[in-house]
């Protein structure tokens, strides 16, 4: 445990910054009591109006999309507005916002993990469980995109009996692998993390269909020391694969746009450029959800002013990264000298969709700034709008790159305007439906913090301090012979 | 919350209390003695006091990983990551070969001359397909080093299980290390200042699977074996029947076929051609015709028009240009004056010669090309010289599609101009600029004449050196012998 001197702070702010001591990361708790703050949540019988509310709602939205998806596949993909030019529209645009969302997960769990920021383990549950949501949604829309959704097998190299085999040379192949490996590996340290906290629940459930649905989830986990050691030792390693894997997954994600010949797609600095953008709107999508989880499960004293500042602090630095990667692609259209390149920049930003770039730009490059004061960085309402402009902001950004590129792609004769049909919009509604109904389910059937990680980070009781034993030893199974 | 929870809520199914049933009835065994501790520290220090005891078959219980449990207890670094790194590369490997086989091999993709096997290309199936394999190892290691999952254990019959997934910590020295003994154990767990010392324990003989679990797997096992037992037939066997293909939508659209009757186009439109008629009275674009003479020369009548059509204007510009254009479309052929003695024309008549002596024996078909002055074409109407133009004769293709009407008549005008020009005498000069040309004629001839001088003279010098070689050589033989 650590042994370094924890500043006593009044309140809930734990925000200041002491040089003489470390700020503490949870306020106000023990290790039972944040077993019972956690797993309560859970265990409540009662099911809170504005949970079943928001869950309706959601699974409204839901509802809405797998009808639209029935529609489009009875009818076809001309259902959209996708058309030559704008071959790739919403579908694609959703698709590159969800996967983009789906960043900041992995990178708390991994990337904060392997650099040792303790603050994680508050939020890393929920943010890895918006992961695997947010990829579902993602994964969606190429697997309808593809119009003949029954032939989607042909994405994967599987023996067919045309004999013919997936061409690996093409962007769009190693997305499907890249974004394959991201969910599938996700939702394993997703749920390697929670596999002790499922024990935990397992060991305080007393209906039996719980205990057994519990049961069945936690594998049988005693939190043993020896499985323990190879538990953690394991999750460093998929922590270490996963940091890598999340790089890549943005970086493969952009090569299908940066591979093409597209003037305004055909540049080199996609790869670095989504990866910043995907772990700021992965970010912003964090904070929009954990700031109403937290005060509507009264979890304000574990997931503190500090953690959303810190997170703040990221969405700062990844929204002005992102601001540079918007000015050095308008410099590098103009010092590379390609006229065609110079003009689908300053068609970008003054021609047709000037408004939806200047959109981009007020969300994603100016709205964060304000964070640079720290009375807006640990300010709630702020936050809060800052965090919903900057998904408002970064979705228009893949619609920036998407449609404005190919809208005015090569022969001026075929330019033409993209307008979405109600379906597409039907259709984004809908993976907002889908996101929020898994949401729901998770945190009214899932511990949304990851218990076992922040008692690793709260400081050690001093022996006799601990809550009072019981007097009497709790019933033991009957032991008959010997 | 913990106050709302409401002890045992229900029963357990039964095959669940049937098993709990066994497990209490069957004879039983000790399986371990267990100590409680109330923070990390009293544990860590309880841990090396059993270590150092002496017991190899021993663990402790906690709610997260204890820092410096593993050195406490003893416990040896794990090989699992050995196990990913090898698993990563087995991935890494099969990505790569993957890609190999299928792209080269089983069905090699030639696209815009790029090599089959390029590496930049697979790097990112094989990075990723790296990272899968040892993801994935990780995770099932860690079950599988773990034993897990193990749904019973004699452990969960320790009602105090909640706590050591919660708050406390536990000590647990197990029944099959080679040095237990029930009183030693406790003794020591209470030197250490453990709490609530419990023996646990355990049914000799593990209870049976339950019958439904067993069924239900024999029956699930046999349903997965179905697919690969059709696959297999459908691969050792031979069958005349087309593939199976469930969806048909790109076989049978919903479509007009050429060569095909349809019943809905015979109800819209009493025909039930898929090629639907031209509404009577349509004019295809190239059938509108304004001006015949202008398109192809000829009159309404059928005849070659003997005028060039109206409002085409002849002056010194059109008859350059026709001069121009013919010199790059007929030349070749009709030769620069129009008499037929073109590059492609004396070529051939070379070649023909060639064959006539027996110096050649490819065979060739040549119609030579018209002299354009000849009294046939002389006596034609412009129409008429403009039609073959555009059409063509004989060998000769049609110009339509390479120069456009407007030159096209050009040229007619100019191959007037050419007729004219052959055997032309001074009378057909304009008075004014004949004395100009008598001129330019009296010069040229002069100049020919020096010309011819000149020739003769260089000639005749030639004739003189050559005679006096031969005299040398015939003057000294040996000389050359000599060489």
Known sequence: MSTTKTLHVEGLDNSTDDPSGRAPLILKHDYKSVTDAVCGVVENPKIHPAWALGFLVALGGLGMLFALIVHLIATGVGVWGNNVPVAWGWPIVNFVFWVGIGHAGTLISAVLFLFRQNWRTSINRFAEAMTIFAVVCAGTFPGIHVGRIWLAYWLFPVPNQMLMWPQFRSPLLWDVFAVGTYASVSLVFWYMGMIPDLATLRDRARHPLRRLAYGVLSMGWRGSSRHWHRYERAYILLAALATPLVLSVHTVVSFDFAVSQVPGWHTTIFPPYFVAGAIFSGFAMVVTLAVPARAFYGMKEIITVRHLENMNKVILATGSMVGYAYAMEFFIAWYGGNRYEQFAFVNRAMGPYWWAYWTMVSCNVLSPQIFWFKKARTSIPIMMVVAIFVNIGMWFERFVITVTSLSRDYLPSSWAYFRPTPVDIGMLIGSFGLFFTLFFLFLRFLPMIAISEVKLVMPEPEPGTTAKRETTPLETAPASSN | MAENRIQDEGQ?????????????????????????????????????????????????????????????????????????????????????????????????????????????????????????????????????????????????????????????????????????????????????????????????????????????????????????????????????????????????????????????????????????????????????????????????????????????????????????????????????????????????????????????????????????????????????????????????????????????????????VLQKSQGATLADVPAEVRAEVEQELVEARAAAEIVAAAAAAEQAARDAAEAEAAAAEQAAPETESND
């Open chain 2, 12 to 416: 357990d199914p039964s095959w669940v209390t049937n098993l709990k049933r066994h497990d209490e009835e069957s004879p039983q065994k000790v399986y371990a003695v267990v100590a409680e501790y109330d923070t990390p520290g009293e544990l860590l220090e309880a841990s090396r006091r059993v270590r150092d005891a002496g017991y190899s078959k021993w663990d402790t219980l906690t709610p997260f990983p204890v820092h410096g449990i593993d050195e406490a207890m003893g416990i040896k670094p794990t090989i699992l990551p050995w196990i990913v790194l090898c698993m990563g590369l087995a991935g890494g490997t099969l990505g790569l070969g993957l890609q190999y086989f299928t792209n080269t091999v089983f069905y090699p993709y030639l696209i815009s001359g790029k090599p089959m096997f390029s590496l930049p290309a697979n790097i990112p199936v094989t990075y990723e397909l790296t990272i899968l394999f040892a993801a994935f190892t990780a995770f099932f290691s860690v079950l599988g080093l773990s034993m897990l999952p193990e749904f019973f254990h004699p452990l969960f019959r320790l009602k105090r299980m909640e706590r050591y997934t919660n708050d406390r910590f536990a000590v647990v020295i197990q029944g099959n290390d080679p040095i237990f003994e029930r009183e030693r154990a406790s003794a020591l767990l209470k030197e250490t200042g453990g709490n609530d010392i419990e023996t646990i324990f355990a049914p000799e003989k593990t209870a049976p699977i339950p019958a439904p679990v067993v069924g239900v797997s024999v029956i699930i096992g046999a349903i997965l074996l179905l697919p690969p037992a059709f696959v297999a037939r459908a691969r050792f066997s031979k069958s005349e029947k087309p593939r199976i293909h469930i969806i048909q939508d790109m076989d049978m659209q919903q479509k007009f076929k050429a060569q095909f009757p349809s019943e809905l186009l015979q109800e819209l439109y009493g025909d039930p051609r898929a090629s639907l008629q031209p509404v009577p009275g349509t004019l295809a674009r190239q059938d509108f015709v304004e001006d015949d003479v202008w398109l192809d020369g000829k009159l309404p009548s059928g005849d070659y028009s003997a005028a060039f059509p109206e409002g085409f204007v002849i002056d010194e510009g059109m008859l350059e240009r026709g001069q121009q254009r013919y010199a790059i479309s007929c030349m070749p052929c009709h030769g620069l004056a129009g008499d037929g003695q073109g590059l492609v024309a004396n070529r051939a008549l070379f070649l023909a010669d060639a064959i006539a002596s027996g110096r050649a024996n490819t065979g060739m078909a040549w119609a030579p090309p018209a002299n354009l002055a000849d009294a046939r074409i002389q006596v034609q109407p412009i129409g008429e010289i403009f039609h073959t133009i555009s059409y063509g004769l004989n060998n000769m293709m049609g110009y339509a599609t390479q120069v456009n009407r407007e030159d096209r008549w050009a040229i007619a005008a100019y191959v007037r």
